[in-house]
């Protein structure tokens, strides 16, 4: 049991430390809607992994034959974040005071509930945590139930932790930041998520031409 929980708590790191869109997304979500909606949107990052998780498990044998189709998987995704790149890039607006300052809106539980289902969606679509959980999944087929739970369970306990951090780490930060940096910020993380679309996309097309 102790190399199932040394091995989770290496999975967790691994995914804590990640430098990906995800990452750049929960600190804009966070500046964006304060600390109450950064925790929503965690929350539906970190409920999407837990589901990837159980039925990458589970249907093990499923999750093997959609190996077939990552190519598919890769390409809707990438074109995903494109597109989230592109609005956060160009149409995203920052609503401000009379002051210039950044209007916070008072959120409702509606409110947490759209930025929850935000987190969970940009997850999912995420190519490269679908196939992030689906390889871990099926490395360690070979384990006992008991042995997976723990694995798994420790790698999403520290990745939420991490999350957690970020979102704290950005409330501080967003007291300190003007508008037009929250506004500049934004821009970077959707020109993140298009840089990371579109390399994704062409690395997809180079292998497929490689592999043609």
């Known amino acids: 049991m102790i190399e199932a929980i040394i091995k989770g708590f290496t999975l967790g790191l691994l995914l804590a430390i990640s430098v990906g869109p995800i990452v750049f997304t929960v600190i804009k979500q966070s500046l964006n809607s304060g600390l109450k909606g950064g925790f929503a949107f965690i929350a539906g990052i970190w409920i999407s ?15 093997i034959a959609l190996t077939a189709y990552k190519n598919l998987i890769g390409t809707l995704g990438s074109i ?7 609005f956060f890039l160009f149409f995203k607006k920052i609503k401000l005071t009379a002051e210039g300052q950044q209007f916070l809106l008072q959120f409702r539980k509606r409110d947490y509930l ?9 997850n999912f679509f995420n190519p490269g945590i679908i196939i992030f959980w689906l390889t871990t999944a099926t490395a360690f087929v070979d384990h006992t139930l008991n042995q997976r739970i723990v694995i798994f369970g420790m790698a999403l306990l520290l990745a939420l932790a991490a999350d957690v951090a970020k979102v704290l780490l950005a409330d501080k930060i ?16 959707g020109l993140i998520l298009l840089v990371f679309g579109v390399a994704l996309l062409w690395g997809l097309i180079f292998y497929n031409k490689a592999n043609g």
């Open 80 to 86: 995903f974040l494109i597109s989230v790149g592109i």
């Open 114 to 122: 759209r930025i929850f289902i935000a987190g969970m969606i940009l």
């Open 174 to 189: 967003r007291k300190k930041l003007t508008p037009r940096n929250i506004h500049l910020i934004n821009r970077i993380n």
């Open 49 to 63: 992994d837990l589901v990837l998780v159980f039925t990458s498990n589970v249907f093990t044998e499923f999750f």
